[in-house]
């Protein structure tokens, strides 16, 4: 019965995170069939350089590349002796399943599930996924954080949350509805309690949940005491992730520079750092359509960029991702991320 109920709450997770790709995509046509902004769409796109463009891809292609390092030296630094080569095409094949796949599996599963297959090492293994996830959302929010407290905010660009047009100051003149939905949300789990099946329900969904959370803690604990005895790693591992993650946006602002957008580059480490972190939400697949939205609002908001402009810079992003997605397919498709690629707790690799 748990496992038939936990199946379920997938299915409708995945349903919903379809249904916001699918509204957004929708609402994007809508948005793009207006005469005079499909005018503008075409001649930003029209002006730019395919050699640009190939370059911009080949600079991201080869940060992800690089990163796989990263979760390499992790694997290595809890004795699990897999190839730089192996780390890498697993890496890719989860960024596929992230980006591209319509799946209720990430790719940080796809990573854990081959690595823990074929290691006595297990939890070990899969620490190092989670240390890995870490390390890039922190590495992110650093970027983020530097360059808006040193050059945004003290120009007086501050994104803030409250005032006027904020974040808190529009859901406050939505506080009527917000709390109606509340309200009914409440009621409804009210009358699910006192239904016997779906009490019976939301208590193993709850036990089920303080059950991960626990376990979630407890391997944060241990994280912070295996990885804690080699500093020098983490501190190898984030700066990796800070000079790839900058090598990247750097070339999104040779795109941008080429689309004919005048922003200052200060922006593109703020803004493509914040969305970046908001795609691990996992609110659509991907992150599709939220951080192309979030995206472009930062730079219309903040940066002064034409509305088209800013989302053809999104849109360049999403195709650069998805094209640089692609070898994770074929790493599929072609049986590389299978055990006969792996030599694990041992010396010497196997070829």
């Not at 406050?172 to 779906?198: E, K, T």
Request: contains cysteine; charged residues 15%.
């Amino acid at each position: 019965m748990p496992e038939a109920e936990a199946n379920k709450s997938k299915r409708i997770f995945l349903f919903l995170r379809i249904a916001v790709v699918v509204g957004g995509v929708v609402l994007a046509i809508i948005w793009v069939s207006d005469e005079q902004r499909w005018a503008e769409l075409k001649a930003i796109f029209g002006q730019m350089s395919m050699l640009v463009f190939a370059g911009t891809l080949g600079i991201f292609g080869l940060s992800q590349l690089l990163i796989g390092m990263r979760w390499w030296l992790l694997l290595r630094t809890q004795g699990i002796l897999i190839s730089y080569w192996v780390a890498v095409r697993l890496y890719l094949l989860g960024w596929f399943y992230n980006n591209v796949m319509p799946s209720s599996v990430g790719g940080d599963l796809v990573r854990l599930w081959y690595v823990t297959k074929h290691t006595d090492k297990k939890f070990e293994a899969a620490l190092s996924v989670l240390v890995d996830r870490m390390i890039g959302l922190v590495s992110t929010l650093i970027i983020a954080a530097f360059f808006y407290i040193v050059f945004l905010r003290s120009e007086g660009k501050k994104i803030d949350f409250v005032a006027g047009n904020g974040f808190l100051a529009s859901l406050g003149r939505y506080r009527w509805w917000l709390l109606s939905i509340g309200l009914a949300v409440a009621a409804l789990f009210v009358v699910l309690l006192l239904v016997g099946r779906s009490r019976l329900t939301l208590k193993t969904s709850w036990s089920h949940f303080c059950a991960r959370a626990t376990a979630g803690l407890k391997k944060l604990g241990n994280a912070g005491l295996l990885y804690g005895r080699k500093p020098a790693v983490l501190l190898v591992a984030f700066g990796l992730t800070v000079a790839l993650q900058m090598m990247a946006i750097t070339g999104f602002w040779f795109l941008g520079v080429n689309l004919g957008i005048e922003a200052s580059i200060k922006y593109y480490y703020v803004f493509f750092t914040l969305v970046w972190v908001i795609g691990a939400i996992p609110v659509s697949i991907g992150g599709a359509v939220v951080i192309e939205v979030v995206l472009a609002g930062l730079f219309v908001r903040f940066a002064g960029v034409d509305e088209t402009a800013a989302a053809a810079l999104a849109l360049c992003q999403r195709f650069v991702w998805i094209v640089a997605s692609l070898p994770g397919a074929v790493i599929h498709l072609v049986g590389a991320h299978l055990p006969k690629d792996f030599f694990v707790d041992c010396d010497e690799s196997i070829d």
